[in-house]
């Protein structure tokens, strides 16, 4: 029976083999989210018991768009899963530009949080039962976490900033596609390397679902914001249910911005870290070396794109489990409610 030997590597290989898959960096992410409770009893800091003081009327009020945002949390991670694995594993696409691989978060959060601005503009938006007076006027950053917002800001600078300095280093192919990246061979008549680069034709679509979704961020904090309280006494549970839709927006925005940036990184190294060529001249073989100029900063890509990736899906999953420990809670002030009924008529 033959024997075909079997390639052996060290452990770092096997790791970065690993980090290469983006849905590596999924399980990662929901590894350390699930085992994150238990660390924190381990180490004796665990959750602190919030009192939920929301009234049943603003509870009712908010339901509809912190189910929305959760939803939306585990969209962006589903369709980014999907797109993976369709686009990976089940077509063929040798020659085609595949841009919607990075700006598919992005437009999904945009998508999930238009749906949330409409709940907030349509059914959110009520007139109050009795005036609340404000002592100063509400702005889009009043419930928003301001280092929240800045990480935000961040993220999507970073993002624009990389692909518009990858646009500008990018060249354009035989139909006008700029998705090259141009590395020439020193000293040598040999045509220069042209391996498939995080291009215009890539970055404009990104560039336009990003403007979209921080358009739709900002309007959405902003009329969570400035829309009325329905009593002074439900300011209070109100506040708390505003900075949470705030925070939660936010965060989708900054994991949608972390993913786009992850897969531009990741093309930017495949493309960026190259440093030998090969020319095969009937048995023999010429090496040359071909470096980019930017070549440090590709390989630091490389390395940072899963960090970013698995930061992006701790936020879209730390999203979608307030929406499951609020349903939870209010199941539990439902109970409550019926039992102290049951012993009232009793």
């Not at 509809?64 to 077509?91: H, M, T």
Request: net charge positive; aromatic share 10%.
């Amino acid at each position: 029976m033959p024997r075909f030997p079997i390639p052996l590597y060290s452990p770092l290989e096997y790791v970065a083999a690993a980090f290469s898959l983006p849905l590596f960096s999924l399980i990662v992410a929901m590894l350390v989210f699930a085992l994150a409770p238990s660390a924190r009893r381990f180490l004796g800091r665990g959750p602190r018991s919030r009192i939920d003081k929301r009234t049943p009327a603003a509870a009712a009020r908010y339901s509809s768009e912190r189910g929305a945002l959760g939803g939306g949390a585990i969209a962006v991670i589903i369709v980014f899963a999907a797109e993976n694995v369709v686009r990976g594993y089940l077509l063929n696409l040798s020659d085609v530009v595949a841009w919607w691989e990075y700006a598919t978060p992005v437009f999904t959060a945009f998508l999930s949080l238009s749906v949330v601005l409409w709940l907030i503009v349509f059914r959110g938006t009520i007139p109050p039962e009795q005036p609340v007076l404000s002592v100063s006027p509400r702005t889009w950053i009043s419930f928003g976490p301001r280092i929240g917002i800045t990480v935000a800001i961040a993220a999507a600078c970073a993002l624009f900033v990389t692909t518009v300095a990858a646009g500008l280093a990018s060249s354009a192919d035989s139909r006008g596609r700029y998705i090259h990246l141009e590395i020439p061979v020193p000293n040598e008549a040999i045509d220069a390397l042209r391996p498939w680069f995080y291009g215009w034709a890539y970055g404009v679509p990104v560039i336009i679902c990003l403007a979209a979704l921080a358009v739709t961020c900002g309007v959405t904090l902003q009329r969570n914001a400035a829309r009325p309280f329905m009593r002074p006494d439900t300011v209070g549970a109100e506040r708390a249910a505003r900075v949470e839709i705030a925070s939660s927006a936010v965060l989708i925005t900054t994991a949608a911005s972390l993913l786009a940036l992850g897969g531009a990184f990741r093309l930017i190294a495949s493309s960026g870290s190259i440093s030998a060529l090969v020319v095969q001249n009937g048995g023999e073989s010429d090496s040359y070396e071909a470096m980019w100029r930017y070549a440090e900063f590709a390989i630091a890509a490389g390395w940072l794109a899963p960090l970013l990736e698995i930061t992006a899906f701790l936020s879209l999953l730390a999203v979608a489990g307030r929406l499951f420990r609020t349903r939870a809670k209010g199941r539990a002030r439902e109970e409550n409610e019926l039992a102290t009924r049951s012993e009232a008529v009793k």
